[in-house]
């Protein structure tokens, strides 16, 4: 069965640190996308980052950026400068064909407060 | 953001009613979802769409049902609310494959 796991379902810290959110992932396929997805407090869920599995190349934008080991299947997303706005669900997530479907599989996110 | 639309945001509706959740995309996506969650909590997948006409069952079990009669139109229908259907539901799109996939705002019901 693929996978998702979040281990850290809150994590806290003070504006302006740098904080890591783990994930890990299952999967027997090869060819597949990963995500991070922000869901502040009663707004609309947003991508953050995505990641291709063939890149070796870390992606990032701007504050955020990736560290991706496919061979550990770990996919930890790291927040530079925290600001008070980045406050928000994150999930993680992967993309890949199953079973002749193409499908998103979600993490159980990780809560997370950034205090002034 | 996102050209992808829910209404109601907010539903609050007594047992055995019917109810439709909207759900309309602009970007001309073919792909379509349903995802349940619960606040807080995790994405379950309830319904998906590959294009018109098409349409299958999620990993979570859901009573309700879906139809795609249109690219950039993919309804959930509640025939008869329970207070178990009460929960956050989210629309989302995305094309072809290992694509983003865009959310709705999501669709806030409760069922008393």
């Known amino acids: 069965a693929q996978t998702v796991t979040q281990s850290q379902p809150e994590m806290s810290v003070q504006e302006a640190e740098t904080v890591t959110l783990s994930c890990t992932y299952d999967?027997?396929?090869?060819?597949?996308?990963l995500f991070w997805y922000k869901q502040p407090p009663s707004r609309q869920m947003i991508l953050v980052i995505r990641q291709e599995a063939y890149k070796q190349q870390n992606a990032t934008e701007n504050r955020f950026s990736v560290n991706f080991q496919k061979a550990a299947k770990s996919f930890s997303l790291k927040i530079s400068d925290s600001q008070l706005g980045d406050t928000a669900m994150y999930f993680c997530a992967f993309g890949t064909f199953t079973s002749g479907t193409y499908k998103y599989i979600f993490g159980t996110g990780t809560r997370l407060k950034v205090l002034a | 953001e996102a050209d992808i639309y829910q209404t109601p945001r907010y539903l609050v509706i007594g047992t055995g009613k019917k109810i439709t959740l909207e759900c309309s995309q602009t970007m001309g996506h073919d792909k379509m979802y349903w995802y349940q969650q619960d606040p807080g909590m995790e994405l379950h997948l309830i319904h998906y769409s590959y294009g018109v006409n098409s349409t299958e069952k999620g990993d979570l079990s859901s009573e309700s049902t879906v139809s795609r009669i249109r690219t950039e139109h993919f309804p959930l229908t509640l025939e008869s609310a329970r207070p178990s259907h009460t929960s956050q539901y989210l629309c989302?799109?995305?094309?072809?494959?290992?694509?983003?996939?865009?959310f709705g705002e999501g669709s806030w019901l409760t069922v008393v």
């Open positions: 999967t027997s396929e090869n060819n597949y996308y």
């Open positions: 989302a799109s995305s094309k072809g494959s290992g694509n983003t996939i865009y």
